[in-house]
């Protein structure tokens, strides 16, 4: 090691106080990345607290109100975000679900709601809604939160932009997802 070197042939005591300097700044260091990670996950794991909260991808999460549904409570969610279509290349290619894609049908991807879940998507920029469910996972590019299938962009007129400005609202989740949260 280089801080040994040119110590006196009997400075082991030197030497032993050195290592167990060094291996209490690693051992410090350790426990303050550990400390840091901890502190990380608490707070993913944690509810938003606000009105208004900021997901990673850039979307907005509104909570739009507390609802009884008989036995018990659960929020309604709209996320506001950058929307994006897929069509002709994945055309007759399986999704996620094990469905066959048809970019005719009001389908889309979304990276986490439960597959089989009917949202509602509302272009900001012109207020056409549609309905669609959740068949396939995506969209895998920063900043898009939902992707719509040909139809879907169609009927929200953004085939040709690309992409627009939506709200995503959950209508229903699947049987399997609902069943799941029972459990």
Known sequence: MFL?????????????????????????????????????NDQSLAL???S??????????????????GRKKSAKHALNGRASWYGRGFHGK???????????KFTAAHKTLPLGTKARVTNLDNGSAVEVEINDRGPFIEGRIIDLSRAAAGALGFVESGTAPVQVKLI????????????
Do not use: H, M, W
């Open 4 to 40: 040994f070197r040119g110590s006196a042939p009997g400075s082991v005591v030197k030497k032993a106080r050195i290592s167990r300097l060094i291996l209490f700044s690693f051992l410090a260091q350790s426990c303050t990345a550990i400390s840091g990670l901890s502190e990380k």
């Open 52 to 69: 208004n909260d900021i997901t990673p991808d850039g979307a907005n999460i509104q909570k739009l109100s507390v609802e009884p549904d």
């Open 94 to 104: 399986k999704t996620a679900s094990g469905e066959i894609y048809d970019q005719t």
């Open 172 to 183: 229903a989740e699947s049987s399997v997802a609902r069943n799941d949260g029972n459990r």
């Open 48 to 50: 938003p607290q606000a």
